[in-house]
């Protein structure tokens, strides 16, 4: 089953989009080619491909022309997942560059005593903990109803970018080691690029967050 939109109306007219369920097996529906992506390839992403699909009115979701509003809606929630996803990532990526550091001697001493690295840790800890603030802001509005357009591009906009930094810092720290499938911080580096550009683009999240605050 998918929820698929669909422009239902005039091309560029307001509210020309709605909302429907496609069930499996639905007829002119199938699957296209399996995407070969970066990262994030424990999902699978595939193409759909709709040919002479005829979907019944009583799988529409809410009313004719209602869905971008309701995607919009969606996509306020599904921010703060995309955050809590590359604060996971990011998370990830950070403890095992910490604990490496105070492994791994370079020169008789562990990496973690050059401050080339031990600042790139506080980095790291700093924007961890800020993106973890922006993401519980976002969590508290949405639990008590209130809006929270800009709280949710924010988190999603601050948390991804950060997951791409540490994960990259996290390799760096790792060194060679950092650039093989042995240790896991090259998988964090390839999954945390999904978050920039999965339920919308940072690029989108700055336009939404600037229309808001010049709202
Ligand atoms: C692995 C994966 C899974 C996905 N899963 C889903 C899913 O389940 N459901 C779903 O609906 N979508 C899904 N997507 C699609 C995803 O949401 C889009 O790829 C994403 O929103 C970007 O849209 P686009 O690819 O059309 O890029 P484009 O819109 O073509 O953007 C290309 C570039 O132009 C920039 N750009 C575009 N417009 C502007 C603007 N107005 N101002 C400034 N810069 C701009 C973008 O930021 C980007 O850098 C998935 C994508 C991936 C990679």
């Known amino acids: 089953m998918a929820v698929v939109i669909c422009r239902t109306g005039e091309p560029r007219a307001k509210d020309n989009s709605t909302a429907f369920i496609v069930e499996r097996g639905t007829a002119g529906l199938s699957a296209g080619k399996k995407e070969n992506k970066l990262g994030m390839r424990a999902s699978e992403t595939a193409e759909m491909i709709f040919d002479n699909c005829r979907i019944a009115d009583a799988n529409r979701i809410g009313e004719v022309g209602q869905g971008f509003k309701q995607s919009m809606k969606v996509l306020d929630g599904g921010r703060i997942s995309i955050a809590a996803l590359g604060l996971g990532i990011a998370r990830g990526a950070y403890e095992a560059a910490l604990q ?116």
């Open 100 to 215: 490496y550091s105070k492994e791994r001697y370079q020169f008789d001493q562990p990496i973690a005593s050059f401050q080339g690295i031990s600042f790139k840790l506080a980095d790291m800890a700093t924007e961890i903990e800020a993106a973890d603030l922006l993401i519980k802001q976002a969590c508290d509005l949405k639990m008590r109803g209130l809006p929270m357009t800009k709280e949710s591009a924010m988190a999603k906009y601050y948390s991804s970018e950060v997951a791409v930094r540490v994960s990259t810092d996290a390799v760096q720290i790792f060194g060679g080691y950092g650039y093989t499938k042995d240790f896991p911080v090259e998988k964090f580096y390839r999954d945390s690029k999904l978050c920039t550009i999965g339920e919308g683009t940072s690029e989108i999240q700055k336009l939404v967050i600037s229309r808001e605050v010049l709202k």
